[in-house]
C-alpha cells in the first residue's frame, strides 16, 4: 500500500510559479508510474502530466500545460515533483498525485492509477 502526500500549493499571481510536491512511502517508489492531476469546482478531474516508473524517461502532458509544465521524479527522495510555471487563472484547481504499478510507462487515465494523494489546492489570481 503506497501513501501519497502532496504539498507546495498555495496562491500565486497570474504569470508566477509554483513547485507541487508528492512524498510517497509504503512502497518501492521506483516501479511506479507517478500523475498528476487536477479538479477545478464543478469540474471533473483531469489529466496534467505523467512521468514513466524507474528513471522517468518518458513524460507526457495535457495539451493545456505543454511547455509550462515540468515532471520530475527523486527515486532517492521517493518525491514527484510538478514545475508550475507562466500560471493561468484556469489553472486553479486542487492537484493531486497518483502512483499506478502496472508497468506502462505512460499513464494518463484516471481509472489506471492505483493511489491517490489528498490533494493540494492552487489558487491562481488576475
Known amino acids: 500500500q503506497v501513501q501519497l502526500v502532496e504539498s507546495g500549493g498555495g496562491l500565486v499571481q497570474a504569470g508566477g510559479s509554483l513547485r507541487l510536491s508528492c512524498a510517497a512511502s509504503?512502497?518501492?517508489?521506483?516501479?511506479?508510474?507517478m500523475g498528476w492531476f487536477r479538479q477545478a469546482p464543478g469540474k471533473e478531474r483531469e489529466f496534467v502530466a505523467t512521468?514513466?516508473?524507474?528513471?522517468?524517461?518518458?513524460?507526457y502532458y495535457a495539451v493545456s500545460v505543454k511547455g509550462r509544465f515540468t515532471i520530475s521524479r527523486d527515486n532517492a527522495k521517493s518525491t514527484v515533483y510538478l514545475q508550475m510555471n507562466s500560471l493561468k487563472q484556469e489553472d486553479t484547481a486542487v492537484y493531486y498525485c497518483?502512483?499506478?504499478?502496472?508497468?506502462?510507462?505512460?499513464?494518463?487515465?484516471?481509472?489506471?492509477?492505483?493511489?491517490w494523494g489528498q490533494g493540494t489546492q492552487v489558487t491562481v489570481s488576475s
Open positions: 512521468i514513466s516508473r524507474s528513471g522517468g524517461v518518458h513524460t
Open positions: 509504503g512502497g518501492t517508489f521506483s516501479n511506479y508510474a
Open positions: 497518483a502512483a499506478d504499478d502496472a508497468g506502462w510507462p505512460i499513464v494518463t487515465a484516471t481509472r489506471d492509477y492505483d493511489y
